[in-house]
């Protein structure tokens, strides 16, 4: 059974597998990405979490890597401990749920007819800037670490 480290490890591996092959199908999101490098940080440096909030592109492809390739389609298992309605159906104790992020993160009728492309800007206000978090995640931008109230 792979431990803790183990398996954050290859989830960040396989993140990174995914926005290099975002680069190469996406090539204009890659100028526009380092563009906003090269203004904010320039070439002297790596960037530190003091860029963040000059880098709202950046975060936007963040978000949007982990909304279009999540690592995981499904959630683990959850049994639910008492009795409950969901959208007008009750749903018994004691039953396994299991949740389709994948499902959830392409769905047309949130993220527009272009679901399954990976588009950075939908994650970005009209002033480029990136859309603020939201209390619930039912609006969420993305649902890769699953949904709920945390």
């Not at 999101?29 to 940080?41: C, N, P, S």
Request: proline residues 6%; contains cysteine; hydrophobic residues 40%.
């Amino acid at each position: 059974m792979l431990n803790g480290l183990t398996k954050r490890s290859l989830q960040t591996s396989g993140e990174v597998a995914w926005v290099i092959a975002a680069m190469i199908l996406y090539p204009a999101t890659m100028k526009k990405a380092q563009e906003e490098i090269d203004r904010v940080v320039g070439r002297g440096r790596l960037p530190n979490f003091l860029d963040y909030e000059n880098l709202p592109y950046i975060c936007a492809m963040v978000k949007e890597i982990l909304r279009w390739r999540p690592i995981a389609p499904l959630t683990a298992p959850h049994r639910l401990c008492q009795d409950d309605v969901y959208d007008g159906f009750f749903i018994k104790k004691d039953t396994v749920c299991v949740v389709n992020v994948w499902a959830l993160n392409h769905d047309r009728d949130v993220y527009g007819a272009d679901a399954d492309d990976f588009n950075p800007d939908r994650h970005l206000d009209s002033n480029g800037k990136l859309k603020p978090a939201v209390p619930d995640t039912h609006d969420e931008s993305h649902h890769a670490f699953g949904f709920g109230r945390r």
